[in-house]
């Protein structure tokens, strides 16, 4: 009889909020992005990887636990960090404790996929695993460096194409206000080209929010410095859904599915591209066209929050 309690995640995608959790790694091996600093913020300041041994017994403890599960997703922010090997014995034990699951998915850097190659992209898929959730957040270079990204788009466009060669689903993430004020069109731009090039098979879009400053809780997000010295100047909140429709408009002909699938957007769409393309651009300019009190009003409403 398997005893104890498993560790559990800290964050996983709004989409996986019905499937088993399974801990690999704690925080963010990079953990460098100066918008982000979300795994300090929660308590989670040091990255580190589990042994598989202590995987398989959080497995082990789950299967004691729960009768039957679909869908499994693997944390925290990037647990192929652990190795290939590691990983893949894992994902084959996962399927052989829980045969039942038809979905397992992960977060990934694509600078991570990128270093394993087409050929440890491949042992994944092999081994059982669906779907990568990425931070792709931009698909400019300049904007990605800014931020200390530690990826380029060269990067993200060839783990990409490795990724769905291999069968794997990409759900890739971008954040609005990610090039502030001054650099929001090629931001913008920069990232429908990837989306044009790779084709993924999700895009979730949520708004840059910074951690810590005047709420007394946890430490700040760097960005937080750049803001105060005047290196960066914040996207305001019209400005976000000007960025959203800006990335519809133009993504006319590539096949995906697009949502807003996070509560801190001010404009919440979702839909099949390019079906119902239209639509959503209509719902923004429905929203567009309120008076400027009213869409000031609902952006207090809305806030910022995770």
Not at 126 to 146: M, N, Y
Not at 240 to 250: A, F, G, P, S, W
Request: proline letters at 5%; glycine letters at 8%.
């Amino acid at each position: 009889m398997v005893s104890g309690e498993p560790e559990h995640l800290i964050i996983r995608p709004p989409s996986e909020h019905r499937s088993l959790l399974v801990r690999v790694t704690r925080g963010c091996s990079w953990n460098r992005c100066r918008f982000c600093g979300i795994y300090p913020h929660l308590g989670q300041p040091e990255y580190s990887a589990r042994t598989v041994e202590e995987i398989k017994r959080d497995i082990d403890i789950l299967r004691e636990r729960y009768s039957s599960f679909k869908r499994a997703f693997l944390g925290d922010a990037d647990p192929v960090e652990i190795g290939v090997d590691q990983f893949v014995e894992v994902l084959q034990y996962l399927r052989q404790v829980f045969p039942e699951l038809n979905r397992v998915t992960c977060y990934a850097r694509s600078s991570t996929l990128w270093k394993i190659r087409a050929e440890g992209i491949k042992r994944l898929a092999s081994a059982g695993l669906d779907r990568v959730h990425i931070g792709l957040e931009s698909g400019d270079l300049e904007v990605l460096k800014i931020h200390k990204k530690g990826q380029s788009p060269k990067v993200a466009i060839e783990s990409g194409h490795w990724l769905r060669e291999a069968g794997i689903e990409i759900s890739w993430y971008v954040l609005l206000g990610m090039g502030g004020c001054d650099l929001w069109q090629q931001h913008i731009d920069g990232t429908v080209d990837l989306i044009r090039q790779v084709m993924p098979d999700f895009v979730r879009l949520r708004r840059i929010w910074l951690y810590g400053s005047g709420t007394g809780i946890g430490p700040e997000c760097p960005l937080w410095e750049d803001i105060r010295e005047g290196r960066f100047k914040s996207q305001t909140p019209e400005g976000t859904v000007l960025e959203l429709r800006r990335l519809i408009e133009k993504l006319d002909d590539v096949p995906f599915f697009l949502t807003c699938d996070h509560a801190n957007n001010y404009v919440r769409v979702e839909g099949r591209m390019p079906e119902e393309r239209q639509r959503m651009l209509d719902e923004i300019d429905a929203f567009l066209s309120l008076d400027p009190e009213s869409r000031e009003a609902h952006y207090r409403a809305v806030g910022s929050q995770i």
